[in-house]
């Protein structure tokens, strides 16, 4: 982790490398820093000529001192950080009076009374995104831990359960949440049920851990999902311009295979996830919290909608499974085998089976899924081979440079 030459922090000093407390304890007193700003701003604010005016005001003076100590607590965030203070009222209240005297809208001065604002507003977004950077991998190893340990601490717990449940499964879940907690930090909108999940753990009876499975964690999730993502730092992109680019003579042709070695597993999960989130008849996809399948793989799931000219619709559940398997085809039996894992979700009842995979399907794979469908018997099977994501994914271009395949 790559930290700015000038900043040293207790034990954290100038370095290419950093242990992510260290970095998150800078980060939580930049943070505070910066909220002691704020407070003198909203003080300092309301003295901020709106008009003609001369001279200053001494409590003004004194915020004026105390944002000058406070700057130096926040450390420069990719090579910038709040260099001015406060602005001189008594020059900008002149400033109104020669704006006055010339016939001219005053908007330099309201733009010197404004830029304190717009500082820590610009400041609190890269302290933001600068800890959402810093904390992706950890959470998404922390969410993989919690997805691989709720299950097997439910083999032997009873849904109405009142022991309380104990073991290394429930000290790993227990100590991964609060690792949660601590990397999202108040840059994530927690719209699940948080205050649910954390009640459940502390009481810990079985029934609890059941609540937490079911609905607890796969309400939560999203939000951690949505802190990993929002990074908005621009993917590089060569120095050119792109309509005179376009306008000049091109050669050779345009690419559709992928590079699907450049992903892990959970990568390819997390792309299918994406993928299926942009079809606009796809609603609430999610990952399933429970590993069922026999190769390790997490399920999704989604409700399609079905609409008829009519103006009605109607839901079916799908289930989909990733398989990346780059050095071996998807046979017949692995269908049979994700068609029996699948039926384990219900109910309700699954319409559709959609069977991801980077690689391809054996031609006997094909006549089994085809005569399975042709008997009418639920779910439907889909086979959505390397080639058949390649299609899709060339409809989404931006999915594609944002996994790194582009």
Not at 4 to 30: I, P
Not at 257 to 273: I, K, S, T
Request: charged fraction near 30%; aromatic fraction near 6%.
């Amino acid at each position: 982790m790559a930290w700015s030459n000038s900043v040293t922090v207790g034990r954290l000093e100038c370095c290419h490398t950093v242990e992510l407390d260290d970095l998150l304890n800078a980060m939580d007193r930049a943070a505070a820093n910066l909220a002691k700003l704020e407070d003198v701003w909203r003080r300092a604010g309301a003295f901020i000529p709106t008009g003609p005016a001369r001279g200053s005001h001494p409590e003004y003076d004194d915020l004026r001192r105390a944002w000058s100590d406070l700057l130096s607590g926040l450390p420069r965030i990719d090579g910038w950080t709040i260099m001015n203070d406060l602005p001189d009222i008594d020059e900008i209240g002149q400033m109104f009076i020669d704006y006055f005297e010339i016939s001219e809208p005053p908007i330099g001065a309201f733009e010197a009374g404004e830029q304190p604002a717009k500082d820590l507003a610009e400041y609190r977004y890269r302290l933001n995104r600068a800890r959402r950077r810093a904390a992706r991998e950890r959470l998404a190893q922390l969410t993989t831990v919690i997805d691989a340990s709720l299950p097997r601490l439910l083999v032997d717990a009873a849904r109405d359960s009142q022991a309380r449940l104990e073991g290394p499964e429930v000290d790993q879940i227990t100590t991964a949440v609060d690792e949660i907690e601590r990397l999202l930090g108040d840059t994530a909108q927690r719209r699940g049920r948080w205050s649910d999940l954390h009640r459940h753990l502390h009481f810990g009876q079985g029934h609890d851990w059941h609540d937490i499975a079911e609905f607890d964690w796969p309400s939560v999730r999203p939000d951690i999902e949505a802190s990993t993502l929002a990074d908005s730092d621009p993917l590089p992109v060569p120095d050119i311009d792109l309509g005179q680019a376009a306008a000049g003579h091109l050669t050779g042709t345009a690419t559709t295979a992928l590079p699907w070695d450049r992903l892990d597993d959970d990568g390819f999960e997390r792309l299918l996830y994406d993928l299926l989130r942009s079809f606009p008849e796809h609603d609430n996809v999610q990952w399933l919290m429970q590993t069922r399948a026999p190769d390790r793989g997490r399920d999704l799931s989604l409700d399609r909608v079905l609409r008829d000219s009519t103006g009605s619709a109607r839901h079916e559940r799908v289930i989909v499974q990733a398989k990346h398997w780059r050095k071996k085809s998807v046979g017949p039996a692995d269908v049979s085998n994700t068609l029996t894992v699948a039926r384990l979700w219900e109910p309700p009842v699954i319409r559709g089976l959609i069977i991801a995979t980077t690689g391809r399907f054996t031609a006997d794979a094909v006549d089994w899924a085809e005569k399975h469908n042709n008997t009418g018997a639920a779910p439907l099977i889909e086979l959505w081979p390397d080639s058949r994501l390649e299609s899709l994914l060339a409809q989404k271009p931006h999915l594609t440079a944002s996994h790194g395949l582009r």
